[in-house]
């Protein structure tokens, strides 16, 4: 049996308890919100956001503690490539994707000025961790307040909007806290804890796994988290996405993704920074540059075809998403 096999289990075995720990996490936190009587509204925009992000999350915390901060880097960087490079365009492909103007105005910018402060955070302090550029802990700090004004402003923006009618946003939002009431409070506290459980699990077991996968292979930390680590922990947007396309809310697919990739950079990698300082490993910058190349695509890709990424563009979406994981493993192992 191949030396890898048993670590791979493991990283698999961990990713699935992941995804359950976050469904399960999602489904008692809607239930104890609601009730608790908080704000159909409230808990749709946060609860649900956030469980989209627990997998991400809860493995790069399991990796910041075991002081493999450059599988945490590879994840979040490679999470975001692949929601856009990847996760979108396979959604474009199977049907062309409406996008929002308001995400255009509003949330994309803000995708893209995180992208911008993470980027700087890393470029302009070579001495941030260490002798390294990196993400120290006051640098995290300014990411998880960032967080918290941008979950503000979306609660205060879905505010002002909730009246108007045939908001999808809004009316998939409250659907979702909604179906919290059907449930008791015990049962919510269960999922919650089974939940928070799974999570924990599941974050060491593909934090274990992810490390040993890099060194059977010979593969650096970082490469396995750009791409097998974050394509796994993609899931959840993925299978999101992919509904939202089915029910023809090919909006909220776009939504979803932008929303993941603020998470990712203001909530995960602050969260992450917290627990141990970032340092860049090798091949950061262009894993960023590559990032914030997808990113800064959206937006001439939104204002095109009628506001919609067309199937042709999807297309580019993918073939830009593999062009940077083929040059990241190459580098790597030339």
Request: net charge neutral.
């Amino acid at each position: 049996m191949p030396e890898w096999i048993p670590h791979f289990i493991y990283f698999a075995l961990g990713v699935v308890l992941l995804v359950a720990g976050g469904d399960s996490l999602v489904r008692g936190a809607v239930t104890l919100a609601t009730r608790l009587g908080i704000s159909p509204l409230i808990v749709g925009l946060t609860v649900v956001a956030f469980g989209t992000s627990a997998p991400e999350l809860a493995l790069n915390v399991a990796a910041a503690y075991s002081d493999n901060t450059a599988l945490s880097f590879g994840n979040i960087i490679g999470s975001n490539i692949a929601n856009i490079g990847l996760i979108l365009g396979i959604c474009a492909v199977v049907k062309p994707m409406t996008v929002n103007a308001q995400l255009v105005r509003r949330e994309m910018p803000i995708m893209l000025a995180a992208t911008a402060l993470l980027i700087g955070l890393f470029i302009f302090q070579p001495h941030a961790v260490g002798d390294a550029a990196g993400i120290s802990r006051l640098d995290s700090i300014i990411l998880l307040v960032g967080f918290v004004l941008f979950m503000l402003s979306m609660i205060r923006a879905a505010k002002q909007s909730e009246t108007r009618p045939n908001n999808e946003f809004i009316d998939d939002a409250t659907a979702v806290s909604m179906q919290g009431k059907s449930r008791s409070m015990l049962l919510g506290w269960v999922f919650t804890l089974v939940g928070l459980a799974l999570l924990v699990g599941g974050g060491k077991l593909a934090e274990v796994g992810a490390a040993g996968i890099a060194s059977t292979m010979g593969l650096s930390d970082e490469l396995i988290g750009l791409t097998v680590v974050a394509v796994a922990t993609s899931l959840p947007e993925l299978a999101a996405s992919l509904m939202a396309v089915r029910r023809g809310h090919t909006d909220l697919a776009v939504g979803n993704v932008v929303g993941s990739n603020i998470f990712n950079i203001l909530l995960v990698m602050g969260a992450t920074g917290i627990v141990r300082p970032v340092a860049a490993p090798e091949g950061a910058l262009f894993a960023m540059l590559a990032m914030a190349l997808l990113s800064l695509l959206l937006i001439p890709m939104s204002y095109t075809k009628a506001r919609h990424i067309s199937r042709f563009e999807g297309a580019v979406l993918l073939s830009l998403y593999a062009g940077t994981i083929a040059w990241s493993v190459r580098e790597a192992i030339s």
